[in-house]
């Protein structure tokens, strides 16, 4: 199950927006894998779908969320208004599935590549 630290903004809204809500059970990697590749599939995209096109529709989403933070001050970042939050939402979901389709593209595991970057810094970090 994922769990984020309650913050401020999330803690002073009695209903955060849909879009936001932690889901009870966890997200299942290889079930939203399949997913994308059938829309990837659909829509005739695989061709475009390498590994080098993947990584740089990541890289813009990442600057589309930067956008949303652009000029703001620190805590100004920390407390975005619902639409700019769910908006937040939209492009980490954006960059997320990109990796997703990225890691399926070279033979992956996002699962495993996280954990195993986790176990990483742990042992660099918290010693």
Known sequence: MLHLP????????????????????????????????????RNDWRPFHSPKNLAMAASVEMAELVEIFQWLTEDQSRQLPADQLAHA?????DIVLYLLLLCSELGLDLDQVVRSKLADSERRFCS
């Open 6 to 41: 309650a913050h401020a903004a999330l803690a002073s809204r009695a209903h955060p927006p849909e879009a936001i809500r932690l889901q009870e059970t966890p997200m299942n990697l290889e079930q939203l894998t399949q997913r994308l590749h059938a829309i990837r599939d």
């Open 89 to 93: 939402g939209q492009e980490i979901g």
